[in-house]
């Protein structure tokens, strides 16, 4: 066999180095590589939870010195309500903000108990549960799951809209109202007397707009950023129940973070929640101010017998929904709100 000529043989060594070279650039550029987060949300970015997944993305580029990119993904444009905690199991996206209503059907059922009507006075309240030993052992159910849950954050106080003025429960028979999918949110409209629909929040807007639905129930946020305001005619100030999200990873991908970025990333959701809660209150505030102004639709308050009778007929519902969502879970969150003493 012929040997190859001395240049053949230096000209191979050279590419051999080359390549060799090459390989080993690839290597360090492929070890350089950032780690990409996908943050999905069904809302518009100038809401609270938008906000707080772009305050999100911010921070945790900043603390890990570019180590980790987030896309996020405003409006549903990677996946509606129905299909991004799905999405999230099987690690298309590796970030979520669902509504605490979603993890119902994902069989932790007690998550429901923050969609009990009239079950929170206010945002502190809240804060107590959220930042208590029940909104931790709430988190430790998702694991199970695949899912490990990282901050809850707020939205608001819902508000009733409808084509005709909400002020009395009899107002609501026979209306159909969209819900997220909540077996506690189908108890409330029905005790209402309403009929009500499983919606995607991106299809709400057109279903008013068309007459598929009568009505719903939103934060004012929410609502004046899908723009329901332009096809309701009348909203009903009732803050009769909460909207809040838990910001969620998948948890093969989150456990198999290094150490030292998921410290960062943890330290940057911590300030980013921070944050998200601090501005749903003035969004919310804003966007019920704008609505206002736009003439669009006419706003109801109600008196003090309009509300107590919503909340004698909403009552039930928590007893009703008691042995779904947990007599223990509801007794446990009423005490924490409450601050520790029935």
Known sequence: MTQP????????????AAGT??????????????????FSHVVAPDTPKGRGADKFKELAEKYTNGKVKVEVYPNSQLFKDKEEVEALQLGAVQMLAPSLAKFGPLGAKEFEVFDLPYILPDKA?????????????????????????????????????????LR????????KMRIQSSKV???????????????????????????????SENTPSNMFTQKHHEVQKYITLSDHGYIGYAVITNKKFWDGLP????????????????????????????????????????????????????????????????????????????????????
């Not at 690839?26 to 990409?36: D, E, F, N, Y």
């Not at 409209?189 to 008013?208: D, N, T």
């Not at 919310?284 to 003439?295: F, I, R």
């Open 5 to 16: 000529s001395r240049p053949i043989r230096a000209f191979t060594r050279r590419a051999l």
């Open 21 to 38: 070279a090459l390989l080993v650039l690839s290597g360090a550029a492929l070890a350089q590589a950032p780690i990409v987060i996908k």
């Open 125 to 165: 309240a809240l804060r107590r549960v959220t930042d208590g030993a029940l909104g931790k052992r709430l988190f430790d159910k998702l694991e199970t799951k695949g899912i490990i849950g990282l901050a809850y954050w707020d939205n608001g106080f819902k508000e009733m809209s409808a084509n005709k003025p």
């Open 168 to 175: 009395m429960p009899a107002d609501f028979r026979g209306l």
């Open 185 to 215: 949110l189908e108890a409330q409209f029905r005790a209402l007397g309403a009929i009500p629909q499983v919606m995607a929040f991106s299809e709400v807007y057109q279903g008013m707009q068309t007459g598929v639905v009568d009505g």
């Open 259 to 342: 150490s030292d970025v998921r410290a960062e990333l943890d330290k940057a959701m911590k300030e980013a929640t921070v944050y998200a809660n601090q501005v749903a209150d003035k969004d919310n505030a804003d966007a019920l101010d704008e609505m206002k102004k736009s003439g669009k639709t006419t706003f109801i308050t109600l008196t003090q017998e309009e509300k107590a009778a919503w909340k004698a007929a909403l009552e039930p519902v928590t007893a009703e929904m008691a042995k779904r969502v947990g007599k223990d879970v509801i007794e446990e969150f009423q005490k924490e709100a409450k601050g520790g003493t029935q």
